[in-house]
Each structure stands twice: as structure tokens, then as C-alpha cells.
């Protein structure tokens, strides 16, 4: 069963106002969340991933309710990298889009998806998206 787990993760203002635009868009009918995981991979190690889920909570997940109905979905495996971390929106001249500020990682590589913990260095590789 998921489990209700606030406090993992939080959602800054400007990403939840980006967030709830997103949902309006997509079909009434069906409940989304926002599934936020990570994966092996990137310059760094470990890289980033986030998407709109419109299927239920998986028995692993750990769920965060950020505001008013809008849920978060953290996999058991990846709620362990994602501890006191925050998605936000930033609005660059280059383009804008989700990001994750997170306190875990002790480097990061320029293309911001892609992160290292200090006890899981895991491999180096090229930037991917």
C-alpha cells in the first residue's frame, strides 16, 4: 500500500502554479500526480526524471500531498536521494523548466539533470535528457 509521507519533498510556489497549468490542461476524468524518480545514469552518476501519472499510486510509492489535491509520487528506491529536496521553475532566457534543488547531492553537471551523492558516486557519463 502507498504511503502518505509528507515532508520528503516540497513543491515551490512558482513550480506548483506550472504544475496546476499543466493539469488543467489534461482531461478532467482522470487524477494525475506528478511521479518524480531517479535513475542510473547522467555525468554525475544518478539523474533526474519527473512526468504526469495518471494511474493510482504504486504499493511503493510514497505520496505527498502538495496542495489541494495535487500528489507526488516518490518510488521506495528513490525517496532515499530526494530526502529535504524541492522541485521549483525557473524562467531562463534560454528556455525554462522543472528543476530540483537537493540538498543530497555533492556535485551536479551543467545540464542540472544529473547529480552524485557522497556515499553512491555511481558511473560518469555524458549529459543526457
Same mark, same amino acid.
Given at each position: 500500500? +502507498?504511503?502518505?509521507?509528507?515532508?520528503?519533498?516540497? /513543491?515551490?510556489?512558482? +513550480?506548483?502554479?506550472?504544475?496546476? $497549468?499543466?493539469? +488543467?490542461?489534461?482531461? @478532467?476524468?482522470?487524477?494525475?500526480?506528478?511521479? /518524480?524518480?531517479?535513475?542510473?545514469?547522467?555525468?554525475?552518476?544518478? *539523474?533526474y526524471g519527473m512526468g504526469l501519472d495518471e494511474n493510482p499510486p504504486r504499493?511503493?510509492? #510514497? /505520496?505527498?500531498?502538495?496542495?489541494?489535491?495535487?500528489? /507526488?509520487?516518490?518510488?521506495?528506491?528513490s525517496v532515499q536521494y530526494l530526502e529535504g529536496a524541492e522541485i521549483d521553475?525557473?524562467?531562463?532566457?534560454?528556455?525554462? $523548466?522543472?528543476?530540483?534543488?537537493?540538498?543530497? @547531492?555533492?556535485?551536479?553537471? $551543467?545540464?542540472? #539533470?544529473?547529480?552524485q551523492t557522497a556515499d553512491s558516486a555511481g558511473e560518469a557519463r555524458s549529459? *543526457? #535528457?
Amino acid at each position: 500500500m +502507498a504511503m502518505t509521507s509528507p515532508g520528503i519533498l516540497t /513543491v515551490s510556489d512558482t +513550480a506548483l502554479g506550472q504544475l496546476k $497549468g499543466l493539469i +488543467a490542461d489534461q482531461p @478532467a476524468d482522470k487524477p494525475l500526480g506528478l511521479r /518524480v524518480f531517479i535513475q542510473s545514469g547522467g555525468c554525475s552518476g544518478f *539523474s533526474y526524471g519527473m512526468g504526469l501519472d495518471e494511474n493510482p499510486p504504486r504499493e511503493d510509492d #510514497h /505520496v505527498i500531498d502538495v496542495d489541494s489535491g495535487l500528489k /507526488v509520487y516518490v518510488d521506495s528506491y528513490s525517496v532515499q536521494y530526494l530526502e529535504g529536496a524541492e522541485i521549483d521553475y525557473v524562467d531562463q532566457l534560454m528556455g525554462g $523548466g522543472f528543476t530540483i534543488q537537493n540538498p543530497n @547531492a555533492v556535485r551536479t553537471c $551543467g545540464c542540472g #539533470h544529473s547529480f552524485q551523492t557522497a556515499d553512491s558516486a555511481g558511473e560518469a557519463r555524458s549529459c *543526457s #535528457h
